[in-house]
């Protein structure tokens, strides 16, 4: 939520905080999240080397992981569009859309759904993106469906950047 709300120097420190923890307590899980959560606000800092280098520390932590692991392939994707190698980035979003779309997913989901239709889109390949795109807006919406609270469905809609930033997208590209 840090990161989110343009406090990237406090969420830095409490996610590496964070891994830290993890890594003493023997808990892989919780430090690969952690390094997924420094790559994208390195990214966030416009410092994509950065992103790729925590996404690929990330991924090697969660290799017996593979939702999470997926989290850490799209947030090198992302950071690899960013460094302009685009053909490498694409490679990375397929492997990590697969991992989601096999039903292996947890909470990082919505971003490899974004990351694979932002990749597709860079890499030229307009409908696919098209397509990925809805496919990511339509899961969003049922998420939000069960949610019965009206301002905490419009929170999550509106106020996550990955669920606002897709539905924009998804908005924008339907042409």
């Not at 390094?35 to 410092?47: C, L, P, T, W």
């Not at 949610?147 to 669920?163: A, D, K, M, T």
């Amino acid at each position: 939520m840090l990161s989110e709300r343009g406090r990237l120097a406090e969420a830095s420190i409490e996610a590496a905080r964070a891994e830290e923890q993890g890594r003493a307590h023997g808990g892989h899980r919780i430090a690969g999240a952690a390094e997924v959560h420094r790559s994208g606000i390195a990214y966030r800092r416009g410092d994509f080397v950065e992103a790729e280098a925590l996404s690929r520390k990330a991924e090697a932590t969660l290799s017996n992981v593979p939702p999470l692991r997926a989290g850490a392939m799209a947030s090198r994707a992302r950071a690899l569009v960013a460094l302009g190698r685009v053909e490498e980035a694409l490679v990375e979003a397929r492997r990590a859309n697969a991992i989601v779309e096999s039903g292996k997913h947890e909470t990082l989901d919505k971003l490899v759904r974004l990351v694979h239709a932002e990749v597709l889109w860079a890499a030229g390949a307009k409908g696919e993106a098209r397509a990925a795109i809805e496919k990511a807006r339509a899961e969003i919406l049922r998420s939000a469906d069960r949610i019965g609270e009206p301002e905490l469905r419009r929170s999550f809609l509106e106020n996550v950047e990955v669920h606002a930033r897709t539905i924009a997208l998804a908005a924008a590209w339907a042409v």
